[in-house]
């Protein structure tokens, strides 16, 4: 890789993580003042007020990576490769607002799961309308692309932003443990990037990760401010939409978030086999239940940080 691009990346990267770090104290004060805070109690079991305005610090980290990537000297860039590279960036800022505003009002109104998948839909159609969808994936066994037809585009895309944004939600259990892992496949989708020679695309993922480091600190156990549902869909659906405007990788993001995901999916069967609704709150996640066994919270985010990042490797390898 060219060494010119590098004051680009650690200015996107940097800028991220010092507004994200910046905001997350104002978070912090801004959901106590306004009574967007969570109590101990429940799946909760915290101590203190806390507020849940964390996606603030977040979203706002990594919109000014973003918008650096178009503001920068162009001298300091590097070159766009794809003509539709701005038309899916646009997608990205657009898509990834409109649910950040949404979960800022689940956070405030706490809304049932209707409107939920309603809004995580109408996302994933914004994404679609600037062409960030699923279109094509990889024979492994021809080694030659199976491309979709339309109307298979929409549906596997819409699958994936909702799963996606669904798994980082129902991740968000423990300090830290979402934040942390959304890093960790940040770190992942930029290598990828960057050795696929995408370098003007490899900022986003990069100003994805300085947002979450940024936050991290603030946010690990003990917590001093959670995320809450603006900052959890947010990450979900950055994810979805970055994986895809890598190249589709959405096997090495599966692969990395494979623990999740198979919990999600097998919480989904147990909750239905019991006349459950999916969407209902419970103790009933895997690092619930490590917690409920003795595991301490550290202990087990630091465990799905390692099983991520291994994974997250392998992924590359």
Known sequence: MNSEYWPAFLIVFGSSCLVSAALAPLAQWLGRKTGLADAPGG??????VISRLGGVALFGGFMVGVLLTLGLPSAWLPPHLDPNERVRLTGL????????IFGLF?????????PQYVAQLVSSLIAIAFIIFIERVNNPFTNQPIVFPMLLVWVLTIFWFTGMMNTVNWLDGLDGLAAGVTAILSIVLAVHMIREGQYSVAMLPLALLGATIGFLPFNFNPARVFMGSGGSYFLGWALAALSIIAGAKVATVLLALGLPILDVAWLIVRRWRRGESPAVEGRDHLHYRFLDIGFTQRQIVWGYYLFCAAFGALALW
Do not use: K, N, V
Request: net charge positive; glycine share 8%.
């Open 93 to 100: 800022i657009l898509g990834s607002t409109a649910i950040f």
């Open 106 to 114: 689940d956070d405030r109104y706490r809304f049932s799961s209707l």
């Open 43 to 48: 799946r909760r079991q915290h101590s203190g």
